[in-house]
Nanobody
């Protein structure tokens, strides 16, 4: 078993920045790919960003490309999502997730999930 715990969400204004953190414990997630997903009210959960198991590759949803950056700190067993130029449409609960490396580009295959952190962007 392993736990993923997100933090860093909050209420901000459009144009502001936030950095989300996801701390992994109880399992060595170092060899897992990590991703961030989000779910807005009344909508399905959607992929936001992913980083490969070795940190060498990243992928982003078109809606966040050039605004969000995913990174990982192996020493701290933590994954970050730096979110800049936030927009009201970024409002959602953000989830951290992990998957074996083979499936890092397949959002439906992520099988370890955190509880989520709320991000609210006001206009």
């Amino acid at each position: 078993q392993g736990d993923l715990v997100e933090s860093g969400g909050g209420l901000v204004q459009a144009g502001d920045s936030l950095r989300l953190s996801c701390v992994a414990s109880g399992r060595t997630f170092r060899r897992y790919a990590m991703g961030w997903f989000r779910q807005a009210p009344g909508k399905e959960r959607e992929f936001v960003a992913a980083v490969s198991w070795n940190g060498g590759s990243t992928r982003y949803a078109d809606s966040v490309k050039d605004r969000f950056t995913i990174s990982r700190d192996y020493a701290k067993n933590t994954v970050f999502l730096q979110m800049n130029s936030l927009k009201p449409e970024d409002t959602a609960v953000y989830y951290c997730a992990a998957v074996v490396p083979t499936f890092w580009l397949e959002p439906t295959r992520y099988d370890y999930w955190g509880q989520g952190t709320q991000v609210t962007v006001s206009s």
